[in-house]
């Protein structure tokens, strides 16, 4: 079958899934919301506190500040993530959103009232850990509506929509900051948007048939739900451990997030010291040219997967990473943004990757508490790797060997990949395009 007629195919299996379950454009409805629910928050409360007036903070120690308010999410995220295999996920994802709307709201009375840096941020924190719950839900429940064999498509379709969405989210906290102004007041104003927005993606997932999102069988059934908190994080880890397909491709995603929190410090200290671009329009520049390449990986990755396979598409991705990497030795601002465009597409095939290992080969009774550990996963990594850059990077920025240990550990990612990802023989067949039918009949 030619590229063309894969395409199609994909295409096709796409719409006949969207005709047959309407849940599937509900839950892409519930996405979208959300990603423009983050955009808006995070848009207004990096402008509230590095461009107000009324606040003199240091970007390096925001970013610093950011990263370190991770780790605790990354340690209650698999724990948490349990309550999506033992809840209805309708009502999680319902309630989330809810929860979400009023800590943005607490959040921005923080702001108006002239509260620390450090209380806002702790408030972030709430609102970062509301939102990767509705994520993990939002994963966790796409084979419910979506069928197997677009799998790979719908998930890249998802994730440049969202990605879309982000900015849209920016978009609309800009033109609310042109309204009601920088300082404090405007500030808070601003970051109300958002607790609009995540409302109406609440009252979408009010819609949701009760169950059509799973889980069908409730982990450990029978038992409350503090007992399947304190196990979350055993069962999560047992369940990844046992799939290799998940393994290679949560190692994949941990190497990448090792390197991009090294090079996002470092792009940050070079363009302080005007050492690359315009201070921080150079940043806006290499985040534009990522973003692009992000946005790439939602055409390249399921061709890849139908054409390759998920192990040599995660081998390659890793391998011309390492090119990437190495490639910015010449502290070149041309080559940054060619690499960063590069960077940016491995790093969004890898993750698409792994969240179809997720969705396919682990089964539904454990699902939320493995995408719970990816982003436990994904965060530790980020924020170990910040931390060694921050001691070691040098006042203007250059250091040398952090890229060259940068590319060694995208040839190490891949080397793992490589011996550990088996052809896949799933053990599970969680939902079938039977169910999703069903569900659609009966929505």
Request: with cysteine; charged share 10%; aromatic share 6%.
């Amino acid at each position: 079958m030619s590229a063309s007629d894969r395409g199609t195919a994909g295409l096709r299996g796409f719409v006949r899934s969207l005709g047959h379950s309407p849940g599937l454009g509900r839950l892409l409805a519930v996405r979208l919301t959300s990603q423009i629910t983050d955009g808006v928050f995070q848009a207004a409360l990096f402008a509230s506190i590095l461009f107000n007036p009324e606040r003199h903070a240091d970007p390096l120690a925001v970013a610093g500040g950011l990263a370190v308010l991770l780790l605790p999410y990354s340690v209650i995220g698999p724990f948490a993530g349990a309550l999506l295999d033992h809840w209805d996920r309708r009502h999680v994802l319902m309630y989330a959103n809810v929860i979400r709307g009023v800590l943005i709201a607490l959040v921005a009375l923080a702001i108006a009232t002239g509260a620390t840096d450090t209380v806002v941020l702790i408030g972030a924190l709430a609102v970062t850990g509301a939102s990767r719950f509705v994520a993990s839900g939002l994963s966790a429940s796409l084979p419910h509506v979506a069928h197997r064999d677009v799998i790979v498509a719908t998930n890249a379709l998802f994730t440049t929509l969202g990605a879309g969405m982000l900015a849209v989210g920016a978009g609309i906290a800009a033109v609310l900051r042109a309204i009601f102004g920088p300082d404090n007041t405007g500030s808070a104003l601003t970051t109300l948007g958002g607790v609009v927005i995540a409302l109406i993606a609440a009252t979408l997932a009010h819609g949701f048939g009760r169950l059509q999102l799973g889980p069908d069988e409730p982990d450990d059934p029978g038992r409350s739900a503090l007992h399947a908190v304190t196990v979350g994080l055993l069962h999560g880890v047992r369940a990844v451990a046992n799939s290799r397909t998940v393994s290679a491709a949560l190692s994949a995603i941990g190497a990448h997030r090792l390197v991009f929190g090294v090079n996002t410090l470092m792009l940050l200290v070079l363009s302080k010291n005007a050492g690359l671009g315009d201070g921080l329009a150079g940043v806006s520049v290499v985040a534009g040219f990522t973003a692009g390449g992000a946005f790439l990986a939602a055409v390249v990755t399921p061709y890849s997967v139908d054409r390759f396979g998920r192990r040599p598409t995660l081998i390659t991705a890793l391998l011309v990473g390492a090119v990437a990497e190495l490639s910015l030795l010449t502290f070149n601002a041309i080559v940054f943004c060619v690499s960063a465009f590069v960077l940016g597409l491995i790093g969004q095939v890898a993750k698409l990757c792994g969240d179809v290992a997720m969705q396919v080969d682990i089964g539904d009774a454990v699902r939320g508490q493995v995408f719970s550990v990816q982003d436990a996963v994904f965060n530790i990594a980020y924020v170990g790797s910040v931390t060694l850059a921050a001691l070691a990077i040098p006042p203007d920025g250059r250091s040398h060997w952090l890229l060259i240990l940068g590319t060694a550990v995208y040839l190490v990612g891949a080397i793992v990949v490589r011996f550990l990802h088996t052809p896949p023989y799933p053990q599970h067949h969680p939902v079938t395009d039977d169910r999703i039918e069903a569900n659609g009949r009966q929505s």
